[in-house]
């Protein structure tokens, strides 16, 4: 594992800005540091698993980088990712049942065309609708993904973790966070969980996200105990 912390190798947090609460007495709630090391564990364990599954699909060793845990309000999504234009691929699940939340792994658009042309090598084309059949290459790997790292987390937490059909994605990260985030306005301060990865092949790289609510976040940590 990379000793380092990245946010989708190629984007940077602006933390300047944003709040990380440690009191646990206060009104809202928040996470003290061990917590948050407990949460960020978990999502540690369910990218494992997930990134064993890409490794198999890509053929190749994958890496993981340390992952992060921020709490934030829905409006510092504004401010929390720097590089805003970068185009990136990839999919999202909501969760619902015992937790509430949301679950994403995107690549930047660069390294979702070297898997779609590791996947379109050898075949044949014709008739095909190249921008469909790329799209539906990137939703299917990254459902695959998804679905491990939801099928972990459900596994640790004795609970079973109910998620929509993956959706396919493409936008810049903070258009696509801002836009989960917005419809979760109502939960005040969110737990986002990431954790950045590296195929080793053809330098593939990504992150996983889980976006969740405190409630969430305090049925995790009581589950672990």
């Not at 940077?12 to 090391?37: C, G, H, R, S, W």
């Not at 996947?119 to 990254?142: C, D, M, P, R, Y």
């Not at 810049?172 to 990865?197: D, I, K």
Request: charged residues 20%; glycine residues 8%.
């Amino acid at each position: 594992m990379f000793s380092n912390r990245v946010f989708l190798t190629g984007f940077t947090i602006n933390t300047k800005n944003v709040k990380i609460a440690v009191a646990m007495k206060d009104k809202n709630q928040m996470l003290t540091f061990e917590q948050i090391d407990t949460i960020k564990e978990v999502g540690n364990i369910c990218v494992g698993n997930s990134t064993g599954i890409l490794s198999q699909l890509l053929g190749s060793k994958v890496e993981m980088y340390l992952p992060g845990l921020d709490i934030l309000a829905p409006k510092q999504m504004a401010e929390y990712i720097k590089e805003k234009g970068k185009l990136v691929y990839g999919v999202n699940a909501q969760i619902a049942s015992h937790l509430q939340g949301a679950i994403f792994l995107l690549f930047p658009e660069g390294d979702s065309l070297k898997i779609i042309d590791k996947f379109i090598a050898g075949v044949n084309t014709e008739g095909l609708n190249h921008t469909q059949f790329g799209i539906s290459i990137i939703k299917e790997i990254g459902g695959i993904a998804l679905f491990s790292y939801i099928n972990t987390l459900s596994s640790l937490i004795k609970k079973l973790i109910l998620s929509s059909v993956p959706n396919f994605l493409s936008g810049t990260v903070n258009e696509l966070l801002q836009l989960v985030l917005r419809e979760y306005e109502h939960w005040g301060n969110v737990c986002v969980v990431h954790t950045a990865f590296r195929e080793i092949g053809m330098g593939v790289e990504g992150s996983f996200y889980l976006i969740l609510n405190k409630k969430s976040a305090d049925l995790i940590l009581k589950a672990l105990k």
